[in-house]
């Protein structure tokens, strides 16, 4: 492993110094403010699903999913499929709605949508927790794969992504970012698809070894673990969770409003559709090799497969190769994930917190934007550096148990049922994020229990976002006198096509 | 680097017409939120509704039973298709095409919706102005 660093450090420079020089270009055509925050509403559909595409695909997709699928088998495809099924059910639910609500944040829809503070500093609170929940995942693997492929002490990669998103989110805001996440889609891609090529190659010359003979029959089965009762629950869970999660994300949240209009965000969430379909196919593909090549990886390290799995494969310069593009896609998928909720939770941030008037002083529109981006990054990092070894996409896995059981009953209510009111959104986000935050932080801390206690904590979605949509329309029905006088004419809003001339509130 | 510094660059919505006169019938019906209006605007948001429901249930009856099948009969596990478990195949490939069909088929029926509402709302109808 001490010979060989040479790709990883060469790979993990390169990409860093293509986005900030990627960054840098877009900053000479990041110039107003509206540049700054929302790229100007001009964002193209293809241009902007490369974006999502590219900021979506984490750690969680580039390096967890081959590893759980090497560990636990067919039960762990629910996750790739679950991630890229949440854009369906975003692109049915909440879409076009959304951009034409006109909110940049999740806490701008609620304000916007309920009329009321109070809904919204509950959001603000949300959205930085579930930012934090999600941040923390993208720096650990950081550490994993630093330490992997050049043997850096696990805290030197957290800390190399955590400044790079600094570096490249501070000085140019919404409008470069989007070049870089797009060009880091196409990265990841193809850091996976090229090795994938050799290593198919290699695994026929070798006389195509059938990868189920050495894997345990539960292998091709797609239900967790145990199986039985709680299997069953448990996966049913997990779509639960992933499948309305997607649409709470933060930092998906915010590049929706960078669509030029309601029909665009259709197309852009179409388009990203084709694109993680296309992605998603190759982590099981490292699983399944690595299952013939890698089987010991399954006990405890196999979240670093595909960076490990070129270098056993295939000997000399080639394998080095691609273990460089490997390491590259790794890092950008870093980068891109962490910068997009940097930019989330720092947009609300600074909206909320450092844009606020402090003693005598008050930040502007961009300093506080970049004072927030350093808080946003800050308190992740420093989270990460004492617990480096949880699976990272389960981590991901409870951050979308979390936004699905509060900002997807949100939005699925606020967008199609008028009678949503202030208290009863207030009420349902406290129970779906209690409950479910409860549960994450119950399991973060006790790992690996069996039975029905722990299947029930360990995947809380399957009752959690029912009791937070049930609390919601309660607690509205009771309240109904205080229904938003302003509901009909944001309904309005939010479903008519921007083409139609009608008062929008 | 010695140009001037680009010129501010004034951020407004697109540019709205006001002038009544202009203005269709359905239109002033729901910003004046008369009792039509409200029927153009609930049936626009139930149709968008059922499509979104129908796409689910789609979804769901397809994606979902995945699960459930592979509980009740355990031995689907072992069925295989050329090299690949059936597990694999359905989920690990089949899947996105199915979602992008899905997706594509929503698409197209809610623009078609959304044109719909434009026609019925958006025109300008000279007889109905003379009649009522």
């Known amino acids: ?505 | 680097m010695s140009d001037p510094p680009p010129p501010r660059v004034r951020v407004t919505g697109p540019p709205r017409r006001r002038a009544d006169a202009v203005r269709s019938a359905g239109t002033r019906e729901i910003d004046a939120e008369t009792a039509l209006g409200e029927v153009f605007m609930r049936s626009l948001l139930r149709e968008q509704l059922m499509l979104a429901v129908r796409v689910l249930v789609a979804l769901a009856l397809t994606l979902g039973l995945l699960p459930l099948a592979f509980h009740v009969f355990p031995e689907l596990g072992d069925v295989r298709v050329g090299p690949l478990p059936l597990a694999w195949l359905l989920l690990g490939v089949l899947t996105y095409p199915w979602l992008l069909l899905l997706g594509w088929f929503y698409l197209r029926r809610a623009e078609g919706h959304e044109r719909d509402f434009a026609d019925l709302v958006g025109t300008v109808l000279p007889d109905e102005d003379a009649g009522s």
């Open chain 1, 1 to 505: 492993m001490n010979t060989d660093i040479v790709p990883g450090v060469v790979a993990v420079v390169l990409v860093s110094i293509a986005t900030l020089a990627i960054g840098t270009w877009g900053l000479r055509i990041s110039r107003t403010t509206s540049d700054f925050f929302v790229a100007s509403r001009t964002v193209r559909p293809r241009l902007n699903a490369s974006a999502i595409g590219g900021e979506y695909l984490s750690a969680a997709s580039f390096l967890g999913v081959a590893g759980l699928l090497l560990t636990f088998g067919a039960e762990m495809l629910w996750y790739p499929v679950g991630w890229t099924a949440g854009y369906l059910v975003l692109l049915v639910l909440v879409a076009a709605p959304l951009r034409r609500s006109g909110a940049y944040t999740l806490p701008d829809f609620a304000e916007a949508r309920l009329g009321s503070r109070g809904v919204r500093k509950l959001c603000s609170v949300l959205v930085v927790g579930i930012g934090w929940l999600y941040l923390l995942p993208q720096f650990q693997g950081a550490g994993v794969t630093l330490r992997s492929t050049i043997g850096a002490p696990p805290w030197a990669g957290s800390l190399v992504v955590a400044l790079v998103v600094l570096a490249s989110v501070s000085p140019g805001g919404m409008r470069s970012i989007t070049f870089v996440q797009a060009f880091q889609y196409w990265l990841k891609l193809t850091a996976l698809l090229i090795p994938a090529f050799v290593l198919i190659a290699v695994w026929a010359s070798d006389g195509a070894v059938d990868p189920t003979g050495a894997a345990p029959a539960s292998w091709s089965i797609p239900l967790a673990s145990p199986g039985g009762g709680i299997g069953l629950y448990t996966t049913y869970s997990l779509i639960v969770a992933t499948f309305l999660g997607t649409m709470g994300l933060p930092h998906v949240v915010v590049r929706f409003y960078t669509n030029p209009d309601g029909r665009a965000a259709r197309r852009t969430t179409l388009a990203v559709l084709a694109l993680l379909g296309i992605f998603y196919v190759l982590p099981p593909l490292y699983g399944a090799l690595g299952r013939i090549y890698a089987p010991d990886l399954a006990d405890g390290r196999a979240d670093v497969l595909v960076l490990e799995l070129p270098q056993l494969m295939v000997p000399g310069l080639l394998g080095s190769m691609l273990t460089g593009l490997v390491t590259a896609g790794a890092f950008a998928a870093f980068l891109s994930t962490s910068s997009g909720l940097t930019i989330a939770v720092a947009g609300v941030l600074s909206q909320d917190v450092t844009g606020r008037r402090w003693g005598t002083r008050r930040l502007g529109g961009v300093a506080a934007f970049r004072v927030a981006a350093a808080i946003a990054v800050v308190v992740p990092l420093l989270m990460s550096l004492p617990a480096q070894d949880v699976a990272v996409a389960r981590t991901v896995g409870l951050a979308f148990a979390v936004t699905a059981s509060t900002f997807a009953p949100l939005l699925m209510l606020g967008i199609w049922w008028r009678g949503l009111t202030p208290r009863g959104a207030v009420a349902g986000l406290l129970v779906g994020g209690l409950g479910s935050g409860a549960a994450v932080a119950w399991t973060l801390a006790t790992s690996s229990s069996t039975g029905w206690t722990a299947a029930l904590l360990g995947q809380p979605a399957a009752w959690s976002v029912p009791a937070s949509l049930a609390t919601m329309v309660v607690v509205s029905r009771l309240t109904r006198a205080s229904v938003p006088a302003h509901a009909g004419r944001f309904m309005v809003r939010l479903h008519t096509p921007e083409a139609v001339e009608l008062e929008r509130g």
